[in-house]
């Protein structure tokens, strides 16, 4: 159904506000709430999967469009359509029928207060938050969430396997991550309060991408935060850190969907395949597309045939 896009973007950072993508947001949302002939309502009778722009969520929205189109349902795709901003506005209306969602992502950017952690805290907030005509289908245990990821090395010289293990170390350690981690609750403030760890320096780097990797990599910095899912973590054999006191919140994948476009049987295979993905096989995907240069659509296929829903 989609090539491979080529630039990636991370559905935390890049979905939620960014000062520099507002104005253009704002005016193409702006468009569809006044009627916009190019952004059509509800389709009678279809379900119009759409995505976000990065990787992931094409491949998510694959995934739902061929698990739909397997058991009978009329589907329609918009793939690669833009940020949260223009997308929730699109499935509000019913233009865009449902789409892969990561649910503390949305709740934050429905309630920039919220300080729910657990799927079940997230997804009741949502649960409270959304307009009528949307709904949240079934959570899968797949995430794609902020991690601290340590190397091998390090993990097994100082026995770190939670994010508490390093409250003997930090002080003489690096932390890199994007710049915003250095103010981010969800970032050195959160690690502060929740575990006490103030670390030595922060080394501001790119988002989860090759610089933090090669950063991690090579020493220059000893602790780093990634994306769960991201195929670096296991082809450099890096140790993501457990964080039992819940800094980084759950980003449980979800299906967003405009209620008055979802039969029950659009329902049912939906809620299968967020029974059926972890976070293990999506990061699996990632690295098909990512490392091996794999179409997306095949590796959606192949995944569904594999769990049997093709």
Known sequence: MSKTPQTPRHPVLSLTAAATALAAAALT???????????????????????????????????????????????????????????????????????????????????????????ADINAGLQAKLPASLEILDSSPAEDKNALVVTAATAAKDHLAAIGDLAPYAASMD?????????RYQGLPGLKDKYGLTFRNFSSLDTAGPITVKALADGSVQVATLFTTDPNIASHGFKVLADPEQVFTAQNVTPLA?????????????????????????????AAI?????????VADDWLKAVGMR
């Open 175 to 183: 932390i890199g991550g994007p710049p915003e981690f250095k103010e």
């Open 29 to 119: 949302v702006t468009a569809c709430t006044n009627g916009n002939p190019l952004v059509p309502g509800p389709k009678k009778g279809q379900v119009t999967v759409g995505s976000a722009n990065f990787p992931e969520n094409v491949l998510l929205a694959d995934i739902y469009a061929s698990a739909l189109k397997a058991r009978g349902v009329k589907v329609g795709v918009r793939f690669n359509v833009g940020s949260r901003e223009v997308l929730y506005q699109q499935v509000q209306q019913g233009s865009l029928t449902v789409l892969p969602e990561y649910n503390g992502a949305l709740l934050a950017y429905l309630d920039s207060k919220t300080r729910a952690a657990t799927t």
């Open 290 to 298: 990512m490392n091996q240069k794999k179409d997306i659509d095949v």
């Open 258 to 286: 405009y209620r008055d476009s979802m039969t029950p049987t659009a329902v049912a295979t939906l809620n299968a395949v967020s029974a059926k993905l972890d976070t293990a096989a999506l990061a699996g995907m990632m």
